[in-house]
């Protein structure tokens, strides 16, 4: 089968289709603004459907088996709409009219004058979140410097809030009073006293108050660099959604809320509702002082702090982080005090003045920095300072992780040839004359400023520790297919080169010519750190002792070797799409799971290709597919013999097996312990699960197939296991904030298959319900499938084992069938596909220990007639796989003084 053979072609559009989706669209915010709660995605579909019938073109499939209309309708109402401010939509609250949606309703009564308007709107939104605005002037020598755009797009939508809570008004709206003392002793007391608040505060009370949840909310999300800002709009929305007619979120400030400067870490911006309780009792113990001291703090910095400060039970990250937004140029962004003390007391010097006050000393320490760097910003939390005050275990070097296999390509064979690593750097030309933080940091943000802020603050993190985090004899890991190649970094700096067309940064590599441990075989300490990381530089110094004594297996270097022409890897640009998502280059064709089917069929011992054809036709077109049948049909062993047909690689799939205490938490994302930086404890912390891990892959290269295999998908609780992921199932065009978000809106890319396997006999597992039955094509696996039939039989041809194995699994099933037994609970022929079951012995061996405990649990409450039923050894003896059977319990009851019941021809009881 070709690839194009497995992809459904695509219907004309109808000329009526633009008109149509336009009318459906104000439909759709008609309906929205009638009702009194929040309703869904899927609702508001469905009433704006019934408004405007779908054709059908409109109901039409796009290749990843969305409905046509009803994708495009979604699309215009999360992105245009919502950025105009019209309308909040997030996946906890649903979606509900914004007063300004109420407005231009009533402005625009024409549906294409409305779609017009919105889109105006959008377009303005859309060139303010990618301004690229000018560094805020700063004296390095005595203010605090924080660089970049994106500082200022965070500081500038801060502005209005932090006026908002200086005039007790609003910056929403201009008719309310919300930053006041009422308002946030109703936040706080709402706080306290719910154990586990919804996102969208059900039952705050009163109007006000939610609103300064949300303005509190846009406060704190907006410095954030790590987190998305679709996130953060999100966050802000949330407690808006219940109101009737609320304030839409600003347009200018929603576009800012897309940049920051602050690395939060996801232990912090995953408690959004922490965050919330914190800034509520900042804001009541603020309003419980003096006007003249609340007067002096927003004048003085050192005033502010201890003002914020000294409020009861509030997070001291929260702390500082308001201290930050309201005088930035006095506090650095480092918000963690065990993380300030430990700079303070590693990068102190001899002629700091310092004091007591571990913040003042910072700031002392940072203004001396900026200085030696020809007033540069320093930042704390990048290479190379991030190295020098986090100790490296027991003093030792530190190790790394650079990924080989990007852009479609494996270039480690070429690393280890030539003796070298290095990054794609496609948007640099040169490097600076200064090779420093600051330099650096200013390269990444020109060249790359038309990143998303979280997409540009990894390639910076990147670009920072491959050339000033790495040093001389630092241990260096990537993955080599399915092997794991370690190696020393040599004493010479990184270079910027051009190789086969791509900018690559590069640094000179002593790899271990024989330390080439499997990864399917390391320890899974090692194994899960090294597989599906997002980033392309990524540190393991935390594991660098186990990795280290995998090199002891030679420890010759295998050093550089000068050949005379480095194997090019075909040139592609880095960047993909431009910020408005159309193509500045060819996009890799989609990504297709083929293989030969009839050679596959062939090694399976199938009648013919046509199941596995029907798989493959499945997987491209709807990528997600479950193979359900009896135990013993052999379907993950299928599953893996498919994907190595498929030429998919170890690190391209992965599986998970479901089991009843199976989580989103395990699955999806959820809080892990991990050790603190002073390793003095442990703090729990988000950490993806296997599925996002490959769905964080599989988006880096959309030409190539991944695959996720959930063994076992029927034996969890399906629903508390996908959770909201239902939806991307369906509509993987959309993205969605996950449960525990560490501050990026998710996607299922379309080159993610998933692979379930469900037995059908396990009567402990509720059926799949029919939402998830919709999303998935259930092929079955029961021998009664033409392709099947027959599995065993061939072989045993195939094998040399006697055909009558197969005409014992024959004779076993059809007496289950006779005993009322269902056909789902059938032996699937895997079973007897072992080599020595030709012996008598292994055939006992298999019934004791297999066969016959199944049907005593089959045949609960008539267990004891098991052996009466399915005379075993007598089976053998007529089909010729034993000579003579052996004393049963049936001959047994035989002997004088017992009546024996009539047996049928096949030696079933009747």
Request: aromatic share 6%.
């Amino acid at each position: 089968m070709t690839a194009d053979s497995m992809l459904s072609p695509q219907p004309e559009q109808d000329p009526d289709w633009t008109a149509r989706y336009r009318r459906r669209l104000r439909a759709a915010m008609e309906e929205l603004g009638k009702q009194a709660d929040p309703i869904t995605l899927t609702e508001l579909q469905d009433l704006a459907a019934a408004r405007e019938p779908l054709t059908p073109y409109d109901a039409s499939l796009t290749n990843s088996g969305a409905v046509r209309a009803l994708n495009n309708l979604a699309w215009n109402l999360t992105t245009i709409c919502e950025h105009a401010g019209w309308l909040h939509a997030t996946s906890e609250g649903g979606f509900r009219l914004a007063a300004d949606g109420r407005a231009a309703l009533a402005s625009y009564p024409d549906p294409q004058d409305l779609y017009d308007a919105a889109v105006v709107a959008y377009r303005e939104w859309d060139e303010s979140r990618k301004a690229t605005l000018p560094d805020p002037e700063a004296d390095p020598s005595t203010q605090v410097l924080h660089a970049g755009s994106g500082t200022v797009h965070a500081l500038r939508a801060a502005a209005p809030l932090l006026d908002a809570w200086r005039a007790g008004a609003s910056a929403f709206t201009e008719d309310m009073e919300v930053w006041t003392a009422g308002n946030a002793r109703a936040l706080r007391d709402y706080l306290d006293r719910t154990s586990t608040p919804h996102a969208t505060l059900p039952g705050l009370e009163p109007d006000e108050a939610r609103i300064l949840a949300a303005e509190a909310l846009a406060l704190l999300t907006a410095p954030f660099s790590d987190m998305v800002g679709s996130t953060k709009r999100s966050r802000v929305r949330n407690p808006l959604v219940p109101m009737v007619d609320p304030p839409g979120l600003p347009l200018l400030m929603s576009a800012d809320l897309e940049q920051g400067f602050v690395h939060g870490g996801p232990a912090l911006i995953a408690t959004p509702l922490m965050m919330l309780a914190s800034v509520a009792r900042i804001l009541v113990h603020w309003f419980a002082q003096p006007e003249p001291a609340r007067a002096a703090a927003w004048n003085d910095p050192w005033a502010f702090r201890d003002l914020v400060l000294a409020a009861p039970d509030a997070d001291p990250r929260i702390v500082s982080l308001v201290c930050l937004v309201a005088h930035p140029t006095a506090f650095t962004s480092v918000l963690a005090p065990a993380e300030r003390a430990r700079i303070v007391a590693t990068l102190a010097t001899g002629s700091d003045a310092l004091t007591d006050d571990v913040e003042r000393d910072l700031r002392t320490i940072t203004l001396r920095l900026q200085q030696e760097t020809g007033g540069q910003p320093v930042r704390y939390d990048v290479a190379p300072l991030l190295q020098q005050w986090r100790e490296t275990p027991d003093g030792g070097s530190r190790a790394w992780l650079v990924r080989g296999e990007v852009d479609q390509q494996n270039r480690v064979p070429a690393w280890i040839r030539q003796g070298y690593v290095s990054i794609t750097v496609g948007q640099l030309t040169q490097l600076p004359a200064q090779v420093d933080q600051g330099a650096l940091s200013s390269l990444v943000d020109q060249h790359y400023g038309h990143l998303p802020v979280v997409k540009r603050e990894t390639k910076k993190r990147d670009v920072l520790s491959f050339v000033l985090g790495m040093q001389p004899g630092d241990l260096v890991t990537t993955v080599d297919g399915g092997v794991l190649r370690l190696g020393r970094v040599e004493d010479s700096p990184a270079e910027l080169q051009s190789i086969g067309g791509l900018s690559l940064l590069t640094r000179r590599v002593a790899w271990y010519p024989d330390a080439t441990p499997e990864v399917k075989q390391l320890p899974g300490t090692i194994r899960t750190r090294v597989r599906f990381k997002g980033e392309d530089v990524l540190d393991l110094t935390d594991i660098a002792t186990p990795l280290t004594e995998l090199t002891d297996v030679n420890d010759d270097l295998a050093g550089f070797v000068d050949t005379d022409k480095v194997d090019e890897p075909d040139a592609q640009p880095e960047d993909r799409t431009n910020v408005d998502g159309s193509d500045t280059a060819a996009l890799p064709g989609a990504a297709v799971l083929a293989c030969d089917v009839d050679a596959l069929a062939h090694q399976l011992h199938h009648a013919d290709s046509s199941w596995l054809e029907e798989l493959l036709v499945s997987l491209n077109e709807r990528k997600q597919v479950v193979l359900e049948g009896p135990p013993g049909t052999g379907k993950t062993f299928l599953v893996k013999r498919l994907l190595e047909a498929c030429d998919i690689t170890e690190a391209q799939w992965a599986l998970v097996q479901f089991h009843p205490t199976y989580s989103y938490e395990d699955f999806v994302e959820g809080f892990r312990p991990v050790q603190t930086p002073d390793s003095g404890g442990a703090a729990l912390t988000v950490r993806p699960g296997p599925l996002k891990r490959i769905a964080e892959e599989a988006a880096k290269a959309p030409g190539k197939p991944f695959v996720l295999v959930i063994d076992e998908i029927n034996r969890a609780n399906i629903a508390k296991v996908f959770g909201e992921l239902y939806y991307l199932l369906e509509y993987r065009e959309s993205e969605i904030e996950l449960l525990y978000s560490d501050g990026e809106r998710f996607q299922m890319p379309e080159n993610l298959f998933i692979i379930g396997t469900m037995n059908t006999a396990d009567r402990s597992i509720a059926l799949l319900d029919a939402a998830m039955r919709r999303r998935f094509v259930f092929l079955s696996m029961d021998s009664e499938e033409p392709a099947l039939a027959g599995m065993l039989r061939r072989w045993c041809g195939s094998n040399s084992m006697p055909a009558a194995l197969a005409d014992l699994r024959d004779r076993l099933n059809a007496t289950m069938l006779r005993r009322g037994l269902d056909p789902s609970l059938a032996f699937g022929p895997s079973y007897f596909m072992r080599s020595g079951l030709d012996s008598p012995v292994a055939l006992d061996r298999l019934w004791r220990r297999e066969l016959r405990p199944m049907l005593i649990e089959h045949h609960y409450g008539k267990h004891t007639q098991v052996d009466e039923w399915y005379p075993f050894s007598r089976w053998l003896h007529g089909l010729g796989l034993s000579a003579a059977p052996p004393e049963s319990p049936d001959e047994q009851s035989e002997a004088p003084g017992h009546e024996s019941p009539s047996t049928t021809a096949d030696g079933d009881q009747s």
